[in-house]
């Protein structure tokens, strides 16, 4: 069984762009969730999907952004980039099950310059 | 609001000692589930262990062992005789069992190191 899949592995954008970063869950997998990693702040949640539907929210601004589609894959969003956000994306997916262990991707790293 | 302290920035032992890995967390939920992560040097997070509130049962895995204390809200991880492939940063995270957004929430990790 194929893992959570995320491309593109690694990212390079400049302040104001905007940039989509695509997961790919495990088979079967209905939930995705996204993280950012940080030196500083670890793993933060940023949103979960199940279904289609945002099922949870992190305490970020409205630039970040996300969507799944109707095979579970999902996309992410973040707008008017700032040097902040340069951090490791993680995305991971688990069934949908309530309380249920995450699976995750390799990540991408994006930096913005 | 459901909470999970790392002190332990980094820690470094000498290979074949044992380490302990603290993690302290906070939560209003009577239900809730614990877990443990191993991020490795390429990145991608590896499960270890989810435990639910109401198993107080220490567990061990061959060289892995976790102290699961309700009483002090603790949920520490030992390796015994470490290895260096044991060094990654380990994470500690929380999720509310009978929340309807059972989001599981990460510590900022402990960056563990084994010296040979």
């Known amino acids: 069984k194929a893992g959570v899949t995320q491309t593109p592995r690694y990212l390079i954008k400049t302040r104001g762009q905007q940039v989509t970063l695509s997961c790919s869950p495990i088979?079967?997998?209905?939930?995705v969730s996204w993280y950012q990693q940080t030196p500083g702040q670890g793993l933060q949640f940023l949103f979960e999907y199940f279904s289609e539907t945002q099922r949870n929210k992190g305490n970020f601004p409205g630039r970040f952004s996300g969507r799944q589609f109707s095979n579970s894959r999902s996309e992410m969003n973040v707008s008017t980039l700032e040097l902040g956000d340069s951090a490791l994306y993680l995305c991971?997916?688990?069934?949908?099950?309530?309380?249920?262990?995450?699976?995750f991707g390799s990540g991408t790293q994006l930096s913005v310059l | 609001a459901q909470k999970v302290t790392q002190a332990q920035t980094e820690i470094s032992v000498v290979e074949k000692e044992d380490v302990t890995l603290d993690c302290v967390y906070e939560t209003r939920d009577t239900t809730y589930y614990l877990f443990w992560y191993k991020q490795p040097p390429s990145g991608e997070l590896v499960f270890l262990i989810r435990?639910?509130?109401?198993?107080?049962q220490n567990e061990i895995s061959g060289r892995y062992s976790w102290n699961f204390q309700k009483s002090t809200s603790s949920f520490n991880f030992t390796i015994t005789a470490s290895q260096v492939v044991d060094s990654a940063v380990y994470f500690c995270?929380?999720?509310?069992?009978?929340?309807?957004?059972?989001?599981?929430?990460f510590g900022k990790g402990t960056r563990l190191h084994i010296l040979p």
């Open positions: 991971a997916s688990r069934r949908g099950e309530k309380n249920e262990k995450l699976f």
């Open positions: 995270a929380l999720s509310e069992g009978t929340n309807r957004d059972d989001k599981i929430i």
């Open positions: 088979s079967g997998h209905r939930s």
């Open positions: 435990r639910n509130s109401f198993d107080e």
